[in-house]
């Protein structure tokens, strides 16, 4: 009697090293998804940078365009400081602001804040404007007001002038300066100047004295 041996083997399988691949592949998808999330993170927390100002000096209520990075692509709950007075931008993208300089700002640094984290300051000097005169025509030793911003809160070494003439100061705030035409004075343009920065001119004209022709 024959006997035939026969050697069993089992069939190949396909899937048989899927136990070793399933771990690392889940570790890869870890990493990537962690990468994902800190590259967003420190998308959304990067510091905020201005590298420019257009126009750097101004009155209140000039328009400034502000450029820069990091500025997010929308305004939220940032901020735009003159000085540390809150301005009210009219456009905001992640690279430009555009916003016109608040009422009460002075001359000092511009501070973009996002996400609780400040810009570098750039300066911006907010020069003196005349809004009105009380008066646009009066004698010598008439008094009249000159209203306007951003004059300083007392005189100091600034000055208001009619032509070429000093016109006498009798007080003096940030947005407004009794004054009295001096002997001498003729029409001219009214002008303040405040830390070597004039304002813009209005005109006065100096009339004969009341009764006389």
Known sequence: MKTTGYLITSAPSTDI??????????????????????????????????????????????SVTIAGTNFGSTQGTST????GTVATPSSWSATSIVVKVPSAATTGNVVVNVG???SNGVLFTVTPEISGLSLSVGPVKMGFVINGTTFGGSQGTSTVKIGTSSLTVLSWT???ITVQVPAGAVT????VTVASHSSNGVNFTVSSPFGCT
């Open 116 to 118: 609780g984290t400040n």
């Open 17 to 62: 090293n899927m136990p070793r691949q399933r771990p690392t592949r889940m570790r890869t998808l870890v990493a990537l998804a962690t990468l994902v999330l800190v590259a967003g993170s420190l998308a959304a927390y990067a510091t905020p940078s201005i590298t420019s100002l257009s126009p750097t000096v101004g009155p209140v209520n000039t």
């Open 80 to 83: 735009v400081k003159f000085n």
């Open 188 to 191: 001219g343009n009214v002008v």
């Open 174 to 176: 940030a947005t407004s």
